[in-house]
């Protein structure tokens, strides 16, 4: 009753993005999608392999309209990403959502699903910015401290660029939904937030002892400090 | 270098299951298995739609070697699972590894994925049982404190088993593994750990206040408190 979800049309109203249940949790505002997206870390791609859908976790970047994701020439599900269609799902769990009855338990959360048909890059200024956009979304900052990739480790590298054009966003947030004859149980509801957080750092074993930890990394850590590194 | 990553035999080594690159990332205990899906609290279901995967976040329980899901009758991503294949994956993500070479960073983490064809569970029995697993995965011990689903509830929703044979498990631990000649390199290198806490429970805005947070939702809180609720 107290949900804040907002319904908005789809981005691209196919079948496969047209959200079918629970409409009321389906927004699909671009800067939502861009929002889920860029405060992910990893995304689950789901690829057809022998006619099969195999999900599996994998980091990304965004820029623009474009997904960027990679890996190595050797991989078999990025092949498979480049022959087939594919999904990418973006997912931050907020909450659990504790109902008076058993089948209105519930998350609160954000999530981006987003179709299309990947295209590898083939331009090496195109691959580079690609690469750095990934690296620099699930380690803001560090491109420019890194060694740049090699033409080898360039050779060895599949980079895939996907289209944000056909996606779906869908969010639950606020207090559990019971049914009126139950709210006045003795049963608690209520909502457990969850959250993310960065620990402390902790240097690489074969780090040499003068390097202090930079303000980049320092930066993300929050919550509990645990013992420092 | 330091990277505590062990290699075993794959559960069932069917070539959707058994992990083409970077086998050293890859254990395939049962034991690791359980530990992974237990620990998760969504998993992202791929199914085929339309010759097309589709991946969603969705909640799940385990017990024994069944994978439970359930969704509304009316979910065509449920009657898809059905119909064909699926793959579910669950990810835990526990750290950020900044290397000295840009195409060294990693991350740390815990991953499963099954694969199989879910079958419908129609005996009311199993099918309470396992929407009872699946409550008191997302949320322990709170099965028995909720309304029971009625028929009615009942009769709407789908529930799922999906066997556990054919699975894989993927982790990576450790420091960052860097080129030899990147050693000597004055950029810092190391892990920033990741955790997701429970903060403080926020009690339904149309709970009746006599109602004392239970031990089961409290017990669950961790990391840094927040404002109480």
Redesign the interface.
């Known amino acids: 009753?107290?949900e804040s979800d907002v319904v908005r049309t789809p981005l691209s109203p196919t079948?496969?993005s047209t959200v079918?249940?629970q409409r009321a949790r389906a927004t699909t505002e671009r800067d939502a999608l861009d929002a889920i997206l860029d405060a992910g870390?990893?995304c689950?791609?789901?690829?057809?392999?022998?006619?099969?859908?195999?999900?599996?976790?994998t980091?990304y970047g965004r820029d623009g309209n474009l997904l960027y994701l990679h890996?190595?020439t050797?991989?078999?599900n990025l092949r498979a990403a480049l022959t087939?269609?594919?999904?990418?799902?973006v997912?931050h769990?907020d909450?659990?959502v504790?109902?008076?009855?058993?089948?209105h338990?519930s998350?609160n959360?954000r999530?981006a699903?987003v179709?299309g048909h990947p295209v590898e890059l083939t331009d090496s200024d195109e691959r580079l910015h690609a690469?750095?956009t990934i690296?620099d979304h699930?380690?803001p900052g560090?491109?420019d401290?890194?060694?740049?990739?090699t033409k080898k480790?360039m050779a060895a590298?599949v980079v895939l660029a996907l289209d944000l054009t056909e996606a779906s966003v869908k969010t639950r947030t606020g207090?559990?939904v019971?049914d009126t004859d139950?709210?006045?149980?003795?049963?608690?509801?209520?909502?457990?937030?969850?959250?993310?957080?960065?620990?402390?750092?902790?240097?690489?074993?074969?780090?040499?002892v003068s390097?202090?930890?930079?303000e980049h990394?320092l930066a993300?850590?929050s919550?509990?400090p645990?013992s420092a590194?």
Chains 1, 2 share one sequence.
């Not at 390097?211 to 930079?214: C, E, F, L, N, S």
């Open positions: 009753m107290t079948p496969r079918t249940r870390l990893i689950h791609l789901g690829v057809l392999l022998d006619g099969a859908p195999v999900v599996l976790p980091t890996g190595s050797g991989a078999g087939g269609p594919v999904s990418v799902a997912t769990l909450g659990i504790y109902a008076r009855s058993a089948m338990f998350m959360y999530s699903v179709h690469l750095r690296v699930v380690a560090s491109w401290h890194a060694r740049p990739p480790e590298t207090d559990p019971d139950d709210l006045a149980s003795d049963t608690w509801a209520g909502v457990l937030p969850l959250r993310n957080i960065f620990e402390n750092p902790i240097p690489s074993a074969d780090l040499a390097i202090d930890i930079p990394v993300r850590v919550g509990t645990v590194g």
